[in-house]
């Protein structure tokens, strides 16, 4: 006899409801102790999309890219700033872009992943997610291997991804709630 529909849907309703519990727990298990602090994020900030070079070099921190403590994320320059207090570079570096840009504008970082398997199959470690793109979870990663594969442009991905000691520099820095600015 055929199982009913409403049971399929019963069924598929808990599997969805466990999953997002999981996840839940996964993401509770990194929040920082001051993350009831305010802090200034959310939608793109209008302006951040038209941040200009910085005419001091590749890896001083490009002009409009805001204030305080935050990681920067430069799309056309495949490069990020993990910016300290007083405006202080702590650590840049070049990444390798996904398939999947995120908009220029400010996010702030949602979750974390100590180690997970990429949505390209690669075994990836000190996962830092801050926003998504139709469904596509954007977010910088290291693969343990410490490859830096060319993105496939037919596959929607969305790791941003570093070498594993670049990695391991975000981790530290990027906790939940930590301020993202992308820019051109």
Same mark, same amino acid.
């Given at each position: 006899?055929?199982?009913?529909?409403?049971?399929?849907? #019963?069924?598929?309703?808990?599997?969805?409801?466990?999953? +997002?519990g999981?996840?839940?727990?996964?993401a509770?298990?990194? $929040?920082?102790?001051?993350l009831?602090? @305010?802090?200034?994020?959310g939608?793109? #900030?209008?302006g951040a999309? =038209?941040?200009? *070079?910085?005419?001091?070099g590749?890896?001083a921190v @490009? #002009?409009?890219?805001?204030?305080?403590? *935050?990681? +920067?994320?430069?799309?056309?320059?495949?490069r990020?700033?993990?910016?300290?207090?007083?405006?202080k570079?702590?650590?840049t570096?070049?990444?390798?872009?996904?398939?999947?840009?995120?908009?220029?504008?400010?996010?702030?970082?949602?979750? &974390?992943?100590?180690?997970?398997?990429?949505?390209?199959?690669?075994?990836? =470690?000190?996962?830092? &997610?801050?926003t998504?793109?139709?469904?596509?979870?954007?977010?910088?990663?290291a693969a $343990?291997?410490?490859? %830096? @594969?060319?993105?496939? @442009?037919?596959?929607?991905?969305?790791?941003?991804?570093?070498?594993? =000691?670049?990695? =391991? #520099?975000?981790?530290?820095?990027? %906790?939940?709630?930590?301020?993202?600015?992308? $820019?051109?």
């Amino acid at each position: 006899m055929a199982a009913s529909s409403s049971g399929i849907v #019963a069924g598929l309703t808990v599997a969805a409801l466990a999953t +997002v519990g999981f996840l839940a727990y996964q993401a509770s298990a990194t $929040v920082p102790a001051d993350l009831g602090s @305010p802090r200034t994020v959310g939608s793109p #900030a209008a302006g951040a999309s =038209e941040a200009p *070079r910085n005419a001091k070099g590749p890896t001083a921190v @490009p #002009a409009g890219s805001g204030k305080g403590e *935050r990681v +920067v994320y430069s799309l056309g320059g495949d490069r990020v700033w993990l910016v300290g207090g007083g405006g202080k570079v702590k650590h840049t570096f070049r990444v390798y872009p996904s398939a999947v840009d995120p908009a220029p504008g400010s996010y702030a970082v949602t979750s &974390r992943s100590k180690a997970v398997t990429g949505s390209d199959g690669t075994p990836v =470690e000190h996962v830092v &997610r801050f926003t998504s793109v139709e469904g596509v979870a954007i977010g910088f990663s290291a693969a $343990v291997d410490g490859s %830096t @594969p060319a993105p496939d @442009p037919r596959v929607r991905t969305g790791g941003i991804r570093e070498t594993r =000691e670049d990695g =391991e #520099a975000m981790w530290m820095f990027a %906790t939940i709630g930590r301020k993202v600015v992308v $820019v051109r």
